[in-house]
């Protein structure tokens, strides 16, 4: 019908339904759960940073996607977003965040600088944050328009969206994780 | 000089030394709190350990140099008009300005002398970059003491303006904007259009902002008389900007050296008495103002002309001639590959940028890139007094301080 | 202000550590012996009424016998003029009085010119790395040092000319 046609509902995951109740798994509970509403953590250091504030804006708005929230304390966040030049004087502070983030984790590397250490190839630049912590998505853009941003936060959602409970317990998780150096609590 | 209550005699005697001696006190009533590298506050990294007494800050430690990019060695190494992205992202929330700034220290290196449309052109790029440095600035006052509303309302303004340096450069904001000795094309009219739209819409936004702010009794207690430096020290520790006109002292080298044709307008330098951050805060929203007067000046008498003066050696040619015409392929080359004519002098260069006197001192040797590149940011040498305007403010207090500065992570470790 | 006269005034006072004059360059520039340096600036800021310091930066000239330069810009904001000092140290012995009594906004800038080329600022109270982390063991804007970073093992630079 006409009306109906003006909104777009987001489908319901894979399940059995019937009137009162509808079954799924319980990974794929969890993931709509969680992709709604994921806390970022803005570790803003540069110009991607301005990017990222005009992204919070009315103008675009990263909050119609659940993460309206902003955490600052790495314990409450979900999603590291790394935005700006890591220079190796900051990389072990990077590493130190995401130890004391809580499982589950993801980490977005938006701009050229933090995905691949961008214009500076330089003695003091850490070429690239995925030489010290594990990243999910980049985003390329020196700075990146406010609708990559989205776009990179869209690709986190699918993946958290789409992720098993077991993943974090599994031995390759682990070995991935020792591999950077990064301590494991458990 | 001025000032109100500028002692000179003090001025040529202050002596510096400000060292925190803490050896007779008993330690165990102090404590340390470590501020940054990341923290919601400091926009962007720097981290202060401050030594405290309860509330009351009795000192401060600064670490500096979070987000070292060597610009200075990069420009060593790149020809001249490849420098003009690394003036970029000095003080991001302000490129044009940098940008500009870099094409007047060339064009004073090669004695080239720009026409009046140009002057009127860049006047027009670097007053709107000038509102939207303000308006980060003065929202970001605002959040740090609870007003979260004014900074969301003020970045739909500055939406407007990105859109602007869309039309003109096509980037948002690392604009890398402009050529040496001009612009590479002129304004359309679709830029002209938005500009005097922006014009038009930008008073009643910020009436609107004022009167959140301004006669607040909470803004105002908590921002007059905090975060004060007398003019004398101002001085000695070489501020300049809006830091250094809120404490009473009336230079911008936008009046003092007028360069791009700043002589031909009409401004107030807006000027504080005590240089605290309330002062700080009227400055900013004085000049932006003062800088909406002059872009509708500028426009309304923008004068005919080319968009850019002739250098041959810096303007590429256009594409479709480099294909065809030996000439341009040839002029092409010898411009990439560094073949020409720079002569072998110093000069210094300054411009009034969004937080003070960004000076450019170039040495060239001839060759395709210089040989030393220095830039003055004035963010790098104002940030030195925090230790001694915090010392004795409550935390709070430092908190807003900080971000009243404006301290740029960008512009302190270049 | 002319520069005759200040030149005049300079001269009189401390004739023999002017090294050289240069009155070509957009900014007078007076190339001073390393040893007299804060004298002159302590003169300029007291008498001459040069009571701003725009700028402090190094620089390095490697084919010269005094190979590290430190340059000043001073500023008479009520005259306006700016005067720029050259001296220069050698690297050996790269010693050279500090002025952060005269002006405390020298402090970070002697500090960046001590991370980035080794200069010695005699008398400040705090000269130690400020831009570069505090392990690093060379001076980086020094000539011979490359730019790109020498320790990356992913970087095959055959494929770069270098």
């Given at each position: 019908?006409a ?8 489908e319901?995951?894979?399940?059995y339904?019937?009137p009162?109740f509808?079954v799924?798994t319980?990974?794929?509970?969890v ?7 994921l806390w970022?953590?803005p ?6 940073g ?8 009315a ?16 314990r409450q966040a ?5 935005m700006?030049?890591i220079?190796?004087?900051m990389?072990?502070?990077v590493?130190?965040v ?5 499982e ?9 600088c ?9 003695y003091?630049?850490l070429q690239?944050?995925?030489?010290v912590?594990?990243v ?16 990179g ?11 098993t409970?077991r993943?974090?317990y599994?031995t390759?998780?682990k070995?991935m994780?020792?591999s950077?150096g ?5 | 000089?001025?000032?109100r209550g ?6 040529k005697?202050i002596?510096s030394?400000h060292?925190?001696?803490l ?8 404590s340390?709190l ?10 962007g ?8 007494n309860?509330?009351?800050i009795?000192?401060a430690e600064?670490?500096i140099?979070?987000?070292?990019r060597?610009?200075?060695?990069i420009?060593?190494?790149?020809p001249?008009?490849q420098?003009t992205?690394?003036t970029?992202?000095?003080n ?8 500009i700034?870099w ?10 002398e720009?026409?009046?449309r ?6 027009i ?5 000038r ?6 600035c ?9 007003a979260?509303?004014g900074?969301?309302?003020?970045f739909?303004?500055?939406?407007a ?26 304004f359309?009219?679709?830029a002209?259009?938005?500009?005097k739209?922006?014009?038009k819409?930008?008073p009643?936004i910020?009436?609107?902002f004022?009167n959140?702010l301004m ?7 908590r921002?007059?008389n905090?975060g004060?430096?007398?003019a ?5 520790y070489?501020f ?5 006109r809120?404490?009473?002292i009336?230079y ?11 002589n ?8 504080g ?9 009227c400055v900013r ?6 800088s ?6 500028a ?5 005919e ?14 594409k479709?001639d ?25 000069i ?6 969004g937080n003070?006197?960004?000076?450019f001192y ?5 060759g ?13 040498i ?11 403010a409550?935390?709070?207090?430092a908190i807003?301080t900080?971000?009243?500065?404006n301290?740029?992570?960008g512009?302190l470790?270049a | ?14 004739g ?16 001073v012996?390393?040893?007299a340096i ?6 300029l800021?007291e ?10 930066c190094?620089?390095?000239?490697p ?21 720029r ?8 012995n ?7 009594s005269?002006?405390?906004?020298a ?12 200069v ?14 505090e392990?690093?063991?060379y001076h980086?804007m ?21």
């Amino acid at each position: 019908m006409a009306e109906k046609d003006k909104y777009t509902v987001v489908e319901a995951p894979e399940g059995y339904s019937a009137p009162g109740f509808f079954v799924t798994t319980l990974d794929k509970a969890v993931g709509l759960a969680r992709k709604n509403s994921l806390w970022p953590l803005p570790f803003a250091t540069s110009c991607c940073g301005i990017e990222f504030m005009a992204t919070m804006g009315a103008h675009y708005d990263l909050g119609r996607f659940g993460a309206e929230r902003l955490s600052f304390s790495p314990r409450q966040a979900d999603l590291l977003m790394v935005m700006g030049t890591i220079a190796k004087k900051m990389a072990p502070v990077v590493q130190q965040v995401y130890e004391q983030m809580a499982e589950p984790r993801w980490v977005i590397a938006i701009g050229a600088c933090a995905s691949s250490g961008g214009v500076f190839d330089t003695y003091s630049v850490l070429q690239g944050i995925d030489k010290v912590v594990p990243v999910d998505v980049y985003v390329p853009g020196c700075p990146p328009r406010p609708e990559q941003i989205i776009d990179g936060f869209m690709k986190i959602q699918e993946l958290v969206g789409n992720e098993t409970l077991r993943r974090r317990y599994s031995t390759e998780y682990k070995e991935m994780l020792e591999s950077y150096g990064i301590k494991i609590d458990r | 000089m001025g000032a109100r209550g500028l002692n000179i005699e003090r001025m040529k005697t202050i002596n510096s030394e400000h060292h925190l001696d803490l050896t007779q006190q008993d330690e165990k009533v102090y404590s340390t709190l470590n501020l940054g590298p990341t923290h919601p506050a400091t926009h962007g990294i720097f981290q202060n350990v401050l030594t405290m007494n309860g509330e009351t800050i009795v000192g401060a430690e600064q670490t500096i140099g979070y987000i070292h990019r060597a610009f200075e060695k990069i420009a060593e190494r790149r020809p001249y008009y490849q420098i003009t992205t690394l003036t970029d992202r000095l003080n991001y929330c302000s490129s044009p300005i940098n940008n500009i700034g870099w094409h007047l220290a060339v064009e004073k290196l090669l004695g080239v002398e720009t026409n009046k449309r140009v002057d009127y052109m860049r006047i027009i790029v670097m007053e709107l970059a000038r509102i939207a440095d303000h308006l980060v600035c003065n929202s970001v006052i605002g959040v740090d003491s609870g007003a979260l509303t004014g900074f969301v309302y003020v970045f739909q303004e500055r939406e407007a303006i990105y859109e602007i340096f869309e039309e003109i450069c096509g980037a948002r904001l690392t604009t890398n904007l402009g050529r040496v000795g001009g612009f590479d094309r002129d304004f359309s009219p679709i830029a002209i259009q938005k500009i005097k739209a922006l014009l038009k819409r930008l008073p009643k936004i910020l009436h609107e902002f004022e009167n959140l702010l301004m006669r607040n009794r909470i803004f105002m207690d908590r921002t007059i008389n905090v975060g004060g430096i007398s003019a004398e020290r101002a001085l000695s520790y070489s501020f300049t900007g809006p830091n250094l006109r809120a404490a009473g002292i009336d230079y911008d080298v936008r009046v003092q050296e007028p360069y791009s044709s700043y002589n031909d307008f009409d401004f107030i330098v807006p000027v504080g008495e005590n240089g605290d951050i309330y002062d700080r805060f009227c400055v900013r929203e004085t000049e932006m103002w003062e800088s909406m007067k002059l872009i509708t000046n500028a426009l309304n008498n923008l004068p005919e002309g080319k968009f850019n003066t002739e250098v041959p050696d810096f303007f590429m040619p256009p594409k479709e001639d480099v294909y065809s015409k030996m000439e341009s392929l040839i002029s092409q080359f010898k411009m990439v590959m560094g073949e020409i004519d720079i002569p072998q002098k110093e000069i210094y260069s300054a411009v009034e940028a969004g937080n003070g006197e960004l000076g450019f001192y170039v040495v060239a040797d001839g060759g395709r890139s210089p040989y030393r590149l220095h830039f003055r940011r004035p963010g790098f040498i104002y940030y030195q007094a925090f230790p001694e305007i915090i010392t004795g403010a409550s935390l709070s207090d430092a908190i807003l301080t900080m971000s009243s500065m404006n301290v740029i992570a960008g512009e302190l470790d270049a | 202000m002319e520069n005759s006269i200040l030149l005049q005034a300079l001269k009189d006072k401390l004739g023999k550590s002017i090294l050289s004059v240069d009155e070509t360059s957009d900014v007078l520039t007076v190339t001073v012996d390393s040893e007299a340096i804060s004298t002159i600036i302590a003169f300029l800021k007291e008498k001459q009424d040069f009571i701003f310091l725009t700028d402090l930066c190094g620089i390095h000239y490697p084919e010269q016998e005094k190979e590290l330069g430190i340059i000043y810009h001073l500023h008479n904001l009520v005259k306006n003029k700016r005067i720029r000092l050259k001296t220069f140290v050698t690297k050996a012995n790269p010693k050279i009085q500090s002025i952060v009594s005269l002006f405390s906004g020298a402090n970070w800038m002697e500090r960046e010119t001590f991370d980035f080329y080794g200069v010695e600022f005699v008398g400040h109270p705090n000269l130690v790395r400020i831009l570069n982390v505090e392990y690093m063991d060379y001076h980086p804007m020094r000539k011979e040092y490359p730019l790109e970073d020498a320790t990356r093992l992913d970087k095959d630079d055959s494929f770069f000319g270098r």
